[in-house]
């Protein structure tokens, strides 16, 4: 009935995202044995009532305040347990508090599951949260990801609305490097109706309606700034979303199967070496296998200048005491 019974511990599964994760992997029939971690007790306890109170079949799910307990023989970790993103903040404002969270996590990954198969780390700012946990963790960078859809569906959903199509006949959608607002919004394979971007950009029209460069770059600063519009909308992050597309994830990395939005990846080597970022990426029995992004000159040269703004952040967190110097990230992690 599930695609497996292998252990899958959700931090942070008192919050919204965290106990949107377990109804989701339960609902989807991905896994029927989930930990649910949180160390706010009250909040824990309600969220697992919830989750017994749908009478899921052959659900397993018990909750704990001990994170050593959820990790231990986990075999996926998902987690949400960084603090959230407020309304007037960008992603980067959390990066040194959240930092700290993932060094941990990652320590506490290596001692009591270091055997874990796949770690998807949702919190933000997600592309240095999940090198931090990566490096710690010591765990191959293949099992290790970071959710990096929301902003490739936010920009297939805008586009949708400007031309009053269905959302899933814009196709190609892809924002490569950081999350955050300097991500590389690509327009290479972008079609709408089967119509390349690029077409509509010169003058095609799709659905009567056509694209001007002016209104490309206000649909690109859109989907940059589409969480903070979730949070002023709604009063609070995006959870629906992340929880959705992490379970999506998780089960390509079960089956080595498709999964078509960009996903973190770290290089260990080429142009982009020594940071995690949005990636094309394959799922195979071993892992993910991350592409190189592929583009024009301006799709490129956007995801370069991502790159520069990624190795800074990086370089503040390994001032902050959080990573340790590059040069000695193997002696952290072998794999490294």
């Known amino acids: 009935m599930y695609l497996t019974n292998e252990k899958v511990a959700v931090l942070g599964a008192a919050g919204a995202i965290g106990s949107n994760l377990v109804q989701t992997l339960l609902e989807t029939r991905t896994t029927n044995r989930i930990v649910m971690y949180d160390p706010l007790a009250g909040p824990l306890e309600g969220a697992a009532e919830e989750i017994y109170h749908c009478a899921f079949p052959d659900a397993q799910v018990t909750s704990t305040l001990d994170e ?52 998807i780390v949702i919190f933000n700012p997600a592309d240095i949260t999940g090198l931090t946990a990566l490096v710690h963790s010591g765990l191959d960078p293949r099992r290790v990801t970071t959710l990096a859809a929301l902003d490739s569906t936010r920009l297939q959903t805008r586009l949708a609305q400007h031309f009053d199509v269905p959302q899933d006949q814009v196709t190609g959608c892809a924002t490569y490097g950081g999350h955050g607002e300097k991500m590389a919004v690509f327009k290479g394979d972008l079609r709408v109706a089967g119509t390349p971007l690029t077409d509509i950009l010169a003058g095609a029209q799709v659905n009567g309606k056509g694209l001007t460069r002016v209104e490309w770059q206000e649909i690109q600063e859109h989907v940059r700034n589409g969480g903070a519009r979730i949070i002023k909308l709604r009063g609070r992050s995006s959870f629906q979303s992340p929880s959705s597309q992490s ?90």
């Open 68 to 119: 050593p307990e959820a990790l231990r023989g986990a075999t996926c970790v998902i987690t949400a347990g960084g603090a959230p993103r407020k309304e007037g903040m960008t992603r980067e404002d959390l990066r040194r508090g959240n930092c700290e969270i993932a060094r941990d996590l990652g320590e506490k990954i290596k001692r009591y599951c270091p055997d874990c198969k796949f770690l």
């Open 247 to 336: 379970v999506q994830m998780l089960r390509a990395r079960i089956t080595a199967g498709d999964y078509p939005w960009p996903c973190g990846a770290y290089y260990n080597e080429g142009e982009f070496r020594r940071i995690m970022m949005a990636a094309p990426v394959r799922f195979t029995p071993e892992g993910i296998v991350a592409g190189v992004p592929r583009g024009d000159e301006e799709d490129m040269a956007a995801l370069r200048a991502s790159y520069v703004h990624l190795c800074q952040l990086r370089d503040q967190t390994i001032a902050d005491g959080l990573l340790p110097p590059i040069a000695e990230w193997g002696e952290v992690n072998p794999h490294l």
